[in-house]
């Protein structure tokens, strides 16, 4: 191989955070390669975020065709095609691909295919399909995360899967028996729930979507468990062994269950193999992550880590985020990057959405006046008149200066609604703000005005004892 080019700067990954990372070190006139050994866009596009919100999509069409006899609408007998849904989600996925690497190469940043090595903090061997050496003068990795698999009963993607293959089925299961209820348990949970799966949660913790908080977890324990989701707590999986005609699994607690499929959703590991780290100098920390300063520069000068790699946000917005602060250090315009109001959206059916603190965690933090107002969306009319009623808007806040330091929403269109929420944590708003916007009516974003009116304790839609809920 004797092959070498040079770029001013190389970017290792195309997902949200490398692409983004590229597209913006090439407008900041800087030649630029993009190396994937994958398909172009990375876990996001091709087995993350596109592929499961699309699945989700299908599910939320059918919700609304159960309930079209209440808005005066008789259909037929519902049939459901799974391989179809499946295909539209392979032909979402694949548009959305093309149309990236048009996005990327209008943008003059050259595409590589194949794996990228470290030779030296400056040098990288690339080996696939194009096959030369490249030398950057910087160098942004964005290798993202893996599944991670239990080594105990590792996935056979036969009967035991992870988050990618259970994409690849092309039949319903009538049971599924989810190991992990955090992001992707509950959305796979909510999805194949809908589409008339018998979904069993089999979850370590004491409940499921521990990490987004007590009210979540609450909440969303009892809406899965009224649609028929069985959630089983506290309970550890001993062994899970593909019988072949379905998957039986045994609990450390002695009981045991049958289902046609198992999906492994623990968690993910961080992708650093085969970079060959340690010729650029670079080590790892604490989970496999790449350490990096508010730059997102690594100990080494000229090497920047982004995304899930970094081991801090496994979320694709913060990896493009990230990716744009990278290469703005990397092209020489010093940036820091601002992780204060993160949304964070668990796709579930009703939607969870969040930024900024919870109540406990402002309170941790030394906000002693902190407070929340909450809002049901049963009192709000475009709930009402759409028929989403389920849910509610919450805002913690700090009494004594009025800041909004936290917000959540349960319900529907909350993963669009978190980003008037996020705008006034991120310029640091108050109640005020919020109260003094006119909001549209009606709409769901009014739930927000209705909070805040709430937890300033001067509600107009709700009666005034209501206003401690
Ligand atoms: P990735 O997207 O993981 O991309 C890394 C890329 O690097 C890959 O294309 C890989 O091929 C390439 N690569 C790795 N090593 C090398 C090498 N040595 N040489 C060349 N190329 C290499 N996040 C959200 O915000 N919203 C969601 O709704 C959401 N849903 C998700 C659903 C699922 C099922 C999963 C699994 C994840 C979901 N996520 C979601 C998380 C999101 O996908 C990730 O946080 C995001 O993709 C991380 O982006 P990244 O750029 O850091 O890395
Ligand atoms: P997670 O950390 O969200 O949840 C893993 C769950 O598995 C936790 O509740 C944990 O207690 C449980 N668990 C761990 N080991 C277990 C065991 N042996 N037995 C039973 N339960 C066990 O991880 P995830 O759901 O795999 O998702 C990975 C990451 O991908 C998330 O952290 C998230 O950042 C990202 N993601 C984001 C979205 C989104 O933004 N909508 C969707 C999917 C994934």
Redesign the pocket.
Known sequence: MTDRKTFDIAV????????VAAIKAAQLGKSVAL???????????????I???TLLSNAAVLKEVRHAAAFGIETGPITIHYQKMKERKDAVIAKIRSGLEGLIKSNKVTIFR????FESPKELK?T?TDNLYLHADQIII??????LDIKTFPCDHERILN??SI?EITTLPKSLAIVGGG??GC??ASLFAELGVKVTILEALPSILTAQGTTVSTFMTKVFTGKGIDIQANVSVQSIENRQSHVHITLSNGHSLDADLALIAVG?SI?????KLEKAGLSTGTRGAIEVNEQMETAVPGIYA?????GQ????????HQ?IIAASNAAGHPIKAHEAAVP??V?TSPEIATVGLTLEQAQKEGYVSASQGMFPLQALGKAQASGETEGFAQIVFDKKTGQILGALLIGHEASNLIAEMTLAIQHELTLESVLETIHAHPTMAEAWHEAAAIANETPIHLPPKAKRP
């Open positions: 290792i990954g195309s997902g949200p955070g490398g692409y190396i994937d050994k994958g398909f172009l866009g990375g876990t996001c596009l091709n087995v993350g975020c592929p499961t919100k194949g794996s990228a090595q690339i696939g964005a290798t993202g995360s893996i599944p988050s990618t994409l992001y992707i959305e796979f993910r992708y650093t193999d085969g970079l982004i995304g899930a790699v970094t946000w496994m979320l694709a917005h913060v990896a493009s990716g964070a959206v796709f």
